[in-house]
């Protein structure tokens, strides 16, 4: 079991940056990719950005390349996604995600642990 606390969300206007951490308490977190995704009202989750078990791969959503870094600190059970250039269209809750493999992957299917999310809005 996996449990999973999102925080660092908050209100923003375009172009500022954040910094959302995710904190992971159970069974073999070091071992587990983690993902970030988001849900804007009245759209479906999407994926974001993950990270393999050991930090040495990420992937991203096209959307936020090169504007979002997630990176991992095993060793303090956290992962992070820093977010620069913050664009209205960032506006979403923001998940952090959990799967049981050590493979960075791209669909919400694959994370069985989510947290509760932490709201993000840019203004503009």
Known sequence: QVQLVESGGGLVQAGDSLRLSCLASGSSYSLRAKGWFRQAPGKEREFVAAVNWSG?????????????????????NTVYLQMNSLEPEDTAIYYCAARSSTIATMSVSDYAYWGQGTQVTVSS
């Open 56 to 76: 040495g791969a990420t992937v991203y959503a096209n959307s936020v390349k090169d504007r979002f870094t997630i990176s991992r600190d095993n060793a303090k």
